[in-house]
């Protein structure tokens, strides 16, 4: 069975600083590699893609993929309150699009 | 990113009545929509995956017959709960997928049974 793991957290950082939230995955044919973001009582929303080993960076974000460890991280940096949220990585392996969630990392950035 | 809009965004409905919720694709045509349940401080639970024009695919566990997925269109999927209870009284959501494999999801149902 496919497994996406990730540290539930809560993550706690203060406003400014670096927010580390990292995926682990069991399925090592995975392909495609997702970042969603959750506010309380709101859908995700996608933020980062992935695909190919190595980082990735948009704006304050950027996602780093290691296919032979199967690991996948986001770092927020000079997080600001606005980013406190449920983080959940998604993982794809197959020709369907069906991605597998992990249980997602509560981050609370502290003004 | 693609915009995916579902509606409608709450729901309350009569214990025993049936409730549709859409879930449409705006500007991509969407290869495969998925639907999911989230109860409060719980992770997303998929429930099944629709193809355009074939029959939907659901997970273990999720009764076929009281959840109908129809997608009709390659931007129009539909979930219709029957005889609703408050048991089901959950947050809905449908997310959808084109060419590439980023899934774009909607703005969820909150789903209310009284």
């Known amino acids: 069975q496919k497994e996406v793991e990730q540290n539930s957290g809560p993550l706690s950082v203060p406003e400014g600083a670096i927010a580390s939230l990292n995926c682990t995955y069991s399925?090592?044919?995975?392909?495609?590699f997702f970042w969603y973001r959750q506010y309380s009582g709101k859908s995700p929303e996608l933020i980062m893609s992935?695909?190919?080993?190595g980082d990735k960076e948009d704006g304050r974000f950027t996602a780093q993929l290691n296919k032979a460890s199967q690991y996948v991280s986001l770092l927020i940096r000079d997080s600001q309150p606005s980013d406190s949220a449920t983080y959940l990585c998604?993982?794809?392996?197959?020709?369907?699009?069906?991605?597998?969630f992990g249980k997602g990392t509560l981050l609370t950035v502290n003004p | 990113g693609a915009v995916v809009s579902q509606h409608p965004s709450r729901v309350i409905c009569k214990s025993g009545t049936s409730v549709k919720i859409e879930c449409r694709s705006l500007?991509?045509?969407?290869?495969?929509m998925f639907w999911y349940r989230q109860f409060p401080k719980k992770s997303l639970m998929l429930m099944a995956t629709s193809n355009e024009g074939s029959k939907a695919t659901y997970e273990q566990g999720v009764e076929k017959d009281k959840f109908l997925i129809n997608h009709a269109s390659l931007t129009l999927s539909t979930l219709t709960v029957t005889s609703a209870h408050p048991e089901d009284s959950s947050f809905y959501i449908c997310?959808?997928?084109?060419?590439?494999?980023?899934?774009?999801f909607g703005q969820g149902t909150r789903l209310t049974v009284v």
């Open positions: 998604a993982v794809n392996g197959g020709s369907n699009y069906k991605l597998t």
């Open positions: 997310s959808a997928s084109g060419r590439e494999a980023e899934a774009f």
């Open positions: 992935i695909y190919s080993n």
């Open positions: 500007d991509f045509q969407a290869t495969t």
């Open positions: 399925d090592r044919g995975s392909q495609s």
